[in-house]
């Protein structure tokens, strides 16, 4: 079964750092493109980054181009977020999703781990 | 960049009843990478139809996705007590690449 489980959210101030993880399982992880996608408090979903299998290719949106970095260690199976300079808007439940290659559905979904930006 | 809009915001329909869902792009979409999505409050989103059309592992068959072009459209139906919830429309551009999703519309019990 395919298990996605995202950490590392949490309350932090305006213009700090938050590294988000997400331990896949139950697939092979470097097999896959791996995305991260948000939910602002009772709002719609937005993507934010992409990864390719190899981290080869890597696509942001232009919210956050600049100021956040998606990785990942395949050896660990595991899909990362690094996010500085954050901002209240950025505050958030992120998510992280496998990608489907053939027709770029976001296949699974972990339970999200929510980002709070506040001072 | 694609923008999807969504139509109506909210739905409001009875148990048995039929839902028509709608999603709208700004330019035209490949109908291999238009995507529905279900919510449910508290809940991650889950697949339902991907290719326009194609229904996920496990989806019933009430669910239903057409369109090409610019207009796509979700049709529940019947609606069932379980789906009710919010729905969205997603999209893969490759120029410039990324992922757009529309709103969302909420159906809900009348």
């Known amino acids: 079964e395919v298990q996605l489980v995202e950490s590392g959210g949490g309350l932090v101030q305006p213009g700090g750092s938050l590294r988000l993880s997400c331990a896949a399982s139950g697939f092979t992880f470097s097999s896959y493109n791996m995305n991260w996608v948000r939910q602002a408090p009772g709002k719609g979903l937005e993507w934010l980054s992409y990864?390719?299998?190899?981290?080869?290719?890597?696509y942001y949106a232009d919210s956050v181009k600049g100021r956040f970095t998606i990785s990942r260690d395949n050896a660990k199976n595991s899909l990362y977020l690094q996010m500085n300079s954050l901002r209240d808007e950025d505050t958030a439940v992120y998510y992280c999703t496998s990608l489907s290659s053939a027709y770029k559905f976001l296949m699974g979904w972990g339970q999200g781990t929510l980002v709070t930006v506040s001072s | 960049e694609i923008v999807l809009t969504q139509s109506p915001g909210t739905l409001s329909l009875s148990p048995g009843e039929r839902a028509t869902l709608s999603c709208r792009a700004s330019q035209s979409v490949s109908s291999s990478y238009l995507a529905w999505y279900q919510q449910k409050p508290g809940q991650a989103p889950r697949l339902l139809i991907y290719g326009t059309s194609i229904r996920a592992t496990g989806i019933p068959d009430r669910f239903s996705g057409s369109g090409s072009g610019t207009d796509f459209t979700l049709t529940i139906s019947r609606l069932e007590p379980e789906d009710f919830a919010v729905y969205y429309c997603?999209?893969?551009?490759?120029?410039?690449?990324?992922?757009?999703f529309g709103q969302g519309t909420r159906v809900e019990i009348k």
């Open positions: 990864i390719s299998g190899s981290s080869s290719t890597i």
């Open positions: 997603q999209q893969f551009g490759s120029s410039p690449p990324g992922w757009t």
